[in-house]
């Protein structure tokens, strides 16, 4: 059971950082873990299906959370940038026009 959690170490630090790369390959790495209870529980029967079924549950909302944790950071920061960029614009057009003035 523990040698089934240690790949989970691999990306924990970055994970709890909100680093996106970690995390992109992290929500790939879980599905490993979806396609294994998946399996379980379809051929295991008592505890064991029971188990399957959480640890299904856990990988779903683990890769659920990373894709929606990436969408938003990366939208987030490419918000920043185009707002960044069309400050630069103006500050542009600004200069352009005072030059111009004198």
Do not use: C
Request: no cysteine; net charge positive.
């Amino acid at each position: 059971m523990v040698l089934k959690a240690l790949p989970l170490l691999a990306p924990l630090f970055g994970v709890l950082h909100g680093r996106v790369y970690t995390l992109r390959w992290s929500a790939m790495l879980v599905l490993a873990y979806f396609v294994e209870g998946t399996v379980r529980a379809y051929a295991d029967s008592g505890p064991s299906r029971a188990l399957a079924g959480l640890e299904i549950a856990l990988a779903l909302l683990f890769f659920a959370s990373a894709v929606a944790f990436v969408r938003t950071r990366l939208t987030t920061e490419r918000d920043h940038r185009a707002i960044a960029h069309a400050r630069q614009t103006d500050e542009r057009v600004s200069a352009g026009k005072a030059r111009s003035e004198r």
